[in-house]
């Protein structure tokens, strides 16, 4: 490996948990409103929630400031691990490609961040378990912190609890990497004439960049929520039918809500996404100028 190789997986790390603390009260409530509404759960039959500033004002009024940052602590650990992964092998992978064969296409870029998402995700699933619980722990009235949430899920559903909804993650990930990195990229390099290599070339690619992955991301995100959000042990949630998998719960969630029901949360996904990027693309590339 050359002497910069590790430098995309610092960035990348740094970036990602600046981006997080910068967006997570917005994060906390797309997850509100995505495992709401659920016929199939008794305990969320209803919607509490009308909108993401009715959920963020209702959070904050009734668990308190501090509850809309519950989960910011696997957050971070797991932008720490995922960020640091998905952005570092993106940009090493594609740099390889374009040393040695001097090919550097949408096409190669999509390859690229699809295996860096899927990867980058797998690993890091269990932190997003941990976080998707925590951030719902307070609408079911009982707030945890992080070591006692992991013992929680340990305790009642094993290791395999920790890599519940491995797969739409993986999925979703890959999606939004496919979407954003590239994206991101195209029009870094198409708005150059214009705007140079400054920041308010990669405020508008960044943004440019969340709405694409926002659209194409959020059906896979509201199943990943669901199932990460689910017991396996039936008896903690008396009456409750639980989703058999990816595919049960695409079904139910079409059948038993309809098509919308699947871009739940979508407002808040794109306005956190947006911020996010924004935050994350110009300190990563600030870091690079840095050093």
């Not at 600046?18 to 759960?41: N, S």
């Amino acid at each position: 490996m050359g002497d910069r190789d590790w430098r995309p997986f610092i960035y990348g790390g740094l970036a990602s948990c600046v981006a997080e603390f910068g967006t997570f009260p917005i994060d906390l409530t797309k997850t509100r409103l995505q495992i709401q509404g659920q016929k199939l759960d008794i305990n969320h039959a209803t919607l509490k929630y009308h909108g993401m500033v009715d959920c963020f004002l209702q959070v904050a009024r009734q668990e308190g400031l501090k509850a809309l940052y519950s989960g910011i602590w696997p957050a971070v650990l797991r932008q720490a691990t995922y960020g640091t992964i998905k952005f570092g092998t993106y940009y090493s992978v594609k740099d390889i490609i374009n040393k040695y064969y001097n090919h550097d296409s949408v096409s190669v870029n999509v390859c690229c961040a699809v295996l860096a998402g899927a990867i980058s995700s797998a690993i890091a699933n269990p932190t997003d378990v941990l976080k998707v619980r925590m951030q719902v722990g307070g609408l079911q009235g009982h707030n945890v912190g992080l070591l006692a949430c992991f013992k929680d899920v340990y305790t009642h559903e094993g290791v395999a609890g920790l890599w519940r909804g491995v797969s739409p993650t993986a999925q979703r990930a890959a999606v939004i990497a496919a979407v954003e990195l590239p994206v991101y990229d195209f029009c870094k390099v198409h708005l150059m004439d214009a705007f140079g290599d400054k920041v308010a070339n990669h405020f508008i690619s960044s943004l440019i960049a969340s709405l694409g992955s926002a659209v194409a991301s959020t059906p896979i995100d509201v199943v990943r929520t669901r199932l990460m959000n689910q017991r396996k042990i039936k008896n903690l949630l008396p009456g409750a039918h639980l989703y058999s998998g990816t595919a049960d719960c695409f079904l139910q969630t079409f059948r038993n809500e309809g098509f919308w029901a699947f871009y739940k949360g979508f407002i808040p996904t794109w306005v956190r996404m947006g911020p996010w990027n924004i935050i994350f693309f110009i300190t990563y590339e600030q870091l690079k100028k840095l050093y």
